[in-house]
């Protein structure tokens, strides 16, 4: 299995802004997850783009996939202080390999 | 439905004791991973079971074991404990062991090794 690595590891902006941060990963993939984890508890599940999909959207959230540059993107559109948690990218491979997760971008709001 | 749930939620040991975790999965799912988070190394997979049988495991010495009962419920058992197994230890379930299926955490156990 592989592991991501968020980008930048920390990010902070004014609430209705807009977030974004990017998610590396090396090798070929079958898909890739984002999460979302609010201080010290479990992860949220977000969103799951495939390898053949390059965009995808679930209410503010943008995610893109460019599988040629091995990278995502996750885009938080008009943020609220309620954003504010750590974002965490599990690209998955083929077989059966489990999730592996970088160590996040931690996202901060400030209202 | 009742989420993912894991007792305790806080624990202190002492170096040389073992722990017992225990998480309760969501209803349905059969497969529950568990994860080891500290802020230096991030968040790391330990093992996960489905249906009773171990199918995954991540890159952790052998104190670190699992198991899985007949109604889906798995403990996790750490043994000698050391001081850097002070961390979050999170378990998800899932309804089957397919890399797609969504994971859906517990708030996970907090353990402190003096």
């Known amino acids: 299995s592989q592991q991501g690595e968020e980008d930048p590891q920390a990010l902070s902006i004014q609430e209705g802004e807009n977030a974004t941060m990017n998610c590396s990963y090396k090798?070929?993939?079958?898909?890739l997850q984002w999460y979302r984890q609010n201080s010290g508890r479990g992860l949220v599940h977000l969103i799951l783009?495939?390898?053949?999909?390059r965009e995808k959207h679930s209410g503010r959230l943008r995610v893109t996939l460019d599988t040629s540059k091995k990278s995502s993107s996750l885009l938080i559109t008009a943020s609220r202080a309620a954003d504010t948690a750590s974002y965490f990218c599990?690209?998955?491979?083929?077989?059966?390999?489990?999730?592996?997760f970088g160590t996040g971008t931690r996202l901060t709001i400030i209202p | 439905k009742a989420g993912v749930t894991q007792t305790p939620r806080y624990l202190i040991k002492t170096r040389g004791q073992q722990v017992t975790l225990s998480c309760s999965p969501i209803?349905?799912?059969?497969?529950v991973s568990w994860y080891q988070q500290t802020p230096g190394q991030g968040l790391q997979f330990l093992f996960e079971?489905?249906?009773?049988?171990?199918?995954n495991k991540g890159n952790f010495p052998g104190r670190f074991s699992g198991r899985q009962f007949s109604n889906s419920r798995s403990e996790m058992n750490v043994s000698t404990l050391e001081l850097g197994d002070s961390a979050l230890y999170l378990c998800?379930?899932?309804?089957?062991?397919?890399?797609?299926?969504?994971?859906?955490f517990g708030p996970g156990t907090r353990l402190l090794v003096l």
């Open positions: 599990a690209p998955t491979g083929f077989g059966n390999e489990k999730l592996t």
């Open positions: 783009i495939r390898s053949n999909e």
């Open positions: 998800a379930s899932s309804r089957d062991s397919h890399p797609e299926e969504t994971q859906y």
């Open positions: 090798t070929s993939i079958n898909n």
């Open positions: 209803s349905g799912h059969r497969s």
């Open positions: 079971y489905f249906s009773e049988t171990q199918r």
